[in-house]
């Protein structure tokens, strides 16, 4: 009678068991289900759900999940430009706003130009407060990134943009894209109404000042004040104050070795490198000046030997300092002075 109500209390156990493996077993089947239906979705899915995304928006914040469906999964007959960045100011990256918004300027020319838009191309954002994780997959170090996902395939090397090249201008971009995916992309940039502003503030100054010395005009035949003001606009223009207007270029450029003041490529400058070459430029006039005062030899001539020396220093430190700088965005010039 024990042996009987042991082999019932033991068959009673086993059936447990497997009643609990078996469920075990059929909820987890149940959830690689589900997770397969969720993340495997037809390519008519994708681009429906890329387009109504576009459609509010022309850059598509990306997380972790809209990533690996829309962007790396399978099938694909759309490219997609993503940005990864790093947005925060705790990030301290100062290239990052400035190549945000070069980045928007080129998905809302894409969006808004009728005659080239369509569901072939989408532009994304990965930030990596919000997707460190595919940063860490994708072994990116450094922001910002542009990297171009093709419609078949994985990314390529040429499939990401050499910024330390090129730069980040809306311009640049809008070439790199058309290299990757033969979509040319008309940058339209919006109206900046500043300088018209500043035009007219000072023309209504100009003739205020005019107007209410119009019985004393003798400083309009001042040579001195003619020629500060000619050095002046010469400096703008030869120091690139025209190609911050055009092309909107970064401040400073961060780079792997810190924060770089020069741009390191011939064809691009950045803001504070043309204050730099302004100021170098107007030190090299000054020199000069100095050195023409001191040979006219009229005056006292210890004052005329300090203005030769100082005159004479001036030019070759700053000559030197402006060659070096051309030197290093012209790779391979030979030529240098005092400093290399």
Known sequence: MATSIDSRKLFSVIFVISVVILTTLNNFADANKRKQDVNTLSLGERVQQLTDFSNKRPIIRMNVQKFNDLVKGTPRNYSVIVMFTALSPARGCAICGPANDEFSIVANSFRFNSQIYSNKLFFAL????????????????????????????????????????????????????????????????????????????????????????????????????????????????????????????????????????????????????????????????????????????????????????????MFALFFGMILSIFKSKAHGYPYSFIMS
């Open 126 to 313: 990965v930030d990596f407060d919000e997707c460190g994780s595919i940063f860490q997959s994708l072994k990116l170090y450094t922001a910002p990134v542009f990297i171009h996902f093709p419609a078949k395939g994985k990314p390529l090397s040429q499939d990401k943009m050499d910024i330390q090249r090129f730069g980040v201008e809306a311009e640049a971009i809008a070439r790199w894209i058309a290299e990757r995916t033969d979509i040319q992309i008309r940058v339209f940039r919006p109206p900046n109404y500043s300088g018209t502003m500043a035009l007219i503030i000072v023309s209504v100054l100009v003739g205020g000042l005019l107007y209410l010395k119009r019985n004393n005009l003798e400083f309009l035949y001042n040579k001195t004040a003619w020629g500060i003001a000619s050095l002046f606009i010469v400096f703008c223009f030869t120091s690139g104050q025209m190609w911050n207007q055009i092309r909107g270029p970064p401040v400073v450029q961060r780079t792997q070795n810190g924060i770089s003041y020069i741009h390191r490529s011939s064809q691009g400058q950045l803001v504070i490198e043309t204050y730099i070459v302004f100021l170098l430029s107007a030190a090299i006039t000054i020199g000069m000046i100095l050195l023409i005062e001191a040979g006219k030899g009229k005056g006292d001539i210890r004052k005329r030997r300090v203005m030769l020396v100082v005159g004479l220093g």
